[in-house]
């Protein structure tokens, strides 16, 4: 119902991050791209889209939610203690 409101924002991601690497051609250098950041960015538009409209957020309340977006995206990024040492899998750490 609502996927083409994911398509549209991965769309603009990409296209920031080409804008990004283009930019870098033309000073001919190498340059590193923080993927996380847009991720983060693109999670939160397309979030804001599907529950109430581009600019449903208040400034205050967009950046605490980004703020958590990317705490999440580093928890899950965390590897989980279960998986390396079967015998704390119990404590679910």
């Not at 400034?59 to 590897?79: A, D, I, M, Q, R």
Request: hydrophobic share 40%; glycine share 8%; proline share 2%.
């Amino acid at each position: 119902m609502l996927s083409h409101v994911r398509d549209e924002e991965t769309a603009n991601c990409i296209k920031r991050l080409c804008s990004v690497w283009e930019a870098s051609q033309k000073d001919g250098h190498k340059v590193q791209v923080g993927i996380s950041l847009h991720m983060v960015d693109m999670v939160l538009e397309v979030i804001k889209r599907m529950v109430g409209g581009r600019s449903s957020l208040r400034l205050g309340l967009e950046e605490e939610f980004k703020e958590f977006v990317e705490e999440k995206f580093y928890v899950t990024g965390l590897p989980n203690l279960g998986d390396v040492l079967p015998v704390l899998g119990w404590i679910d750490l």
